[in-house]
Nanobody
Framework: QVQLVESGGGSVQAGGSLRLSCATS?????MGWFRQARGSERLGVAS????????WYDDSVKGRFTISRDNAKNTLYLQMNSLKPEDTAMYYC???????????????????WGQGTQVTVSS
């Protein structure tokens, strides 16, 4: 059983930075960050293979967001720089525990989810 607890959300002005953390317990093969704006579907932001560290980013965040994982601390991070008002959303971390598939932040592929942390970017 995998448990995920996000932290680090908050309110920031456009152009600012935030770092989200996701404390993890249990084995994971792939982890991802997702976001869901009010009234919209949940979308993948970035993903990372737990062991190799290979990453993938949605075009909307490339060059601004960085996903990383500290395996010694069992913690996943999302460093968000140059934040824009359109980045405002609830952010979730999620995990896949079964290997053999590409590690992409496609919500149906992820079986374990955190409770979410709100990020609000004002203009």
């Amino acid at each position: 059983q995998v448990q995920l607890v996000e932290s680090g959300g908050g309110s920031v002005q456009a152009g600012g930075s935030l770092r989200l953390s996701c404390a993890t317990s249990g084995y994971t093969y792939c982890m991802g960050w997702f976001r869901q704006a009010r009234g919209s579907e949940r979308l993948g932001v970035a993903s990372i293979y737990t062991n190799s560290g290979f990453t993938w980013y949605d075009d909307s965040v490339k060059g601004r967001f960085t996903i990383s994982r500290d395996n010694a601390k069992n913690t996943l991070y999302l460093q968000m720089n140059s934040l824009k008002p359109e980045d405002t959303a609830m952010y979730y971390c999620a995990a896949v525990t079964t290997g053999g598939q590409r590690c992409r932040p496609n919500p149906p592929d992820f079986g374990y989810w955190g409770q979410g942390t709100q990020v609000t970017v004002s203009s």
